[in-house]
């Protein structure tokens, strides 16, 4: 049984970071894409970044150059650094993992989910 567990989250001041993870149990993290997403209030849900099965990743516009997404096999832990954050990047953050090698935007090709963690960005 796959389970994601984020964790990371909280409140800071914008211009401020922090470091997302997801444990990984019953789940191969190096093999296969896993990605983070996020939900603001009253807005659907959005992907932030993605990272395939041989380590490549993909990002939002809204998060380039200030998000960085990275995974540690050994530990089955999936991590999203997150510098320079916005009150726009207020939200709850999900972990994604798919079975598949390559990677996609889309929602429906992650079969399994965090509960989600809560990042709050304030002025």
């Known amino acids: 049984q796959v389970q994601l567990v984020e964790s990371g989250g909280g409140s800071v001041q914008a211009g401020g970071s922090l470091r997302l993870s997801c444990a990984a149990s019953?789940?191969?993290?190096?093999?296969?894409?896993m990605g983070w997403f996020r939900q603001a209030p009253g807005k659907e849900r959005e992907g932030v970044a993605i990272i395939n099965g041989v380590g490549g990743s993909g990002y939002t516009d809204s998060v380039k150059g200030r998000f960085s997404i990275s995974k540690d096999s050994a530990q089955k832990i999936l991590y999203l650094q997150m510098n320079s954050l916005k009150p726009e990047d207020t939200a709850l953050y999900y972990c994604?993992?798919?079975?598949?090698?390559?990677?996609?935007?889309?929602?429906?090709?992650?079969?399994?989910w965090g509960q989600g963690t809560q990042v709050t960005v304030s002025l």
């Open positions: 019953g789940y191969t993290i190096g093999a296969y894409c």
């Open positions: 994604a993992a798919s079975e598949g090698v390559g990677c996609t935007w889309v929602e429906r090709a992650f079969g399994y």
